[in-house]
């Protein structure tokens, strides 16, 4: 039952000038019990995987006795209550909430980071990997246990989203999926900010908005951080899905409109067939 009008004006009006929201506890425990238990199966379905597939993409000291897992790709269509929360539950009615009352799915990752180094995320923009006809787009994430500063939390650099869209390409022409080091000199890294707190706490960035995370330092604990993306339906994937999802494009509130919502910025492409996942991309 969709449910609109979640945030209060305050928080939309954060949400546009900062490019991201945090929500501390947003998510109940009732939903944290049955993600983490769909959670917990997909580590335990991992041991029997050797190498990165379309399901599993594993840090290279992955192995059975140890899980070393660094992204669920396709959660949605993993387990039914990653859907549930994705198309019915609070993340739908966030979404409409900032991008008006017509929705449309694209794709979602569950990222662990693993402990005791688990990946780095480079400084990047989501835009640029799966670019849309406009840019009313956005990912909306909740994590599914406590995460500290030591874990490699997700920080955003606040108002980002109003700048550039930053070349992800090497000087070489490459496709590296992440941010040139000349660029981010005139970027305010040091002012990001990041996403601790406590388990169910919910996070909603801007697709072009500056992100990224740094490695998982912690000894013991993963850091699942689950994410799905949402555009407004009139904004139209460019390229190929990046997955092959059975809820690819649906319409998740509202209808599919008359129109495409058209930016008179075209946003760059990336390669037409990219690697599986941005820590794929950015191994280079
Ligand atoms: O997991 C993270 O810390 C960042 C995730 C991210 O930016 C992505 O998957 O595009």
Redesign the pocket.
Known sequence: MSRLNLLSTKQRATFYCDGFLFLPRFINDEWLTRLNNAADRAIEDSRSVSKTNDWFDLESDHSVEKPRLR?LMKPQDYDPVFWELASQGPFADLAADLLGPNVKFHHG?L?Y?WSDGGAE?KW?Q?IP?WPHTSYNVL?I?VALDHIDETM???GVIPGSHKGPIYNHYDPDGRWQGFINDDDLDAIATGKARYNTGSIGTVTVHHCRAV???QPNLNPIKP?P?L?FAYSKAASLPIMPYNQDSQYNGAIVRGKHPKFPEMDMEPCPLPPLKGQR??FESQQI
């Open positions: 992204r990752k990222n980071k995320v990047h989501d990997f990912t994430g490699g939390p997700m992100h990224g995370s850091r951080l994410l996942s941005i």
